[in-house]
Nanobody, 127 residues
Framework: QVQLVESGGGLVQAGGSLRLSCTAS????????MGWFRQAPGKEREFVAA????????YYADSVKGRFTSSRDNAKNQVYLQMNSLRPEDTALYYC????????????????????WGQGTQVTVSS
């Protein structure tokens, strides 16, 4: 059983930045593919970003490409999502996600690919 705890959400004006963090329990963090998803009210949970086990490869949804950057620190059991140029449509509950089975972070694209979820952290972008 792995526990994921997110932090860093909040209220920001459009054009601003936030950095989300996710800390995982356990000793095998470097063996996990990590990702971020988000869910806005009345909408389905959607893929935002995925990062490979080493952090050397990252993948993003088209809607955030060029604005969001994911990174990880395996020594600290942490993964990050740096969000710049935020827009009101980025408002959502953001979830940290873990997969232990896929061969590549490229394939972490939907909720069915996730083994463990964090509790979520709210990001609200005002116009």
């Amino acid at each position: 059983q792995v526990q994921l705890v997110e932090s860093g959400g909040g209220l920001v004006q459009a054009g601003g930045s936030l950095r989300l963090s996710c800390t995982a329990s356990g000793r095998a963090f470097s063996s996990y593919i990590m990702g971020w998803f988000r869910q806005a009210p009345g909408k389905e949970r959607e893929f935002v970003a995925a990062i490979s086990r080493t952090g050397g490869s990252t993948y993003y949804a088209d809607s955030v490409k060029g604005r969001f950057t994911s990174s990880r620190d395996n020594a600290k059991n942490q993964v990050y999502l740096q969000m710049n140029s935020l827009r009101p449509e980025d408002t959502a509950l953001y979830y940290c996600a873990l997969n232990s089975r896929l061969s590549s972070a490229y394939y972490l694209r939907g909720p069915d690919d996730v083994d463990y979820w964090g509790q979520g952290t709210q990001v609200t972008v005002s116009s």
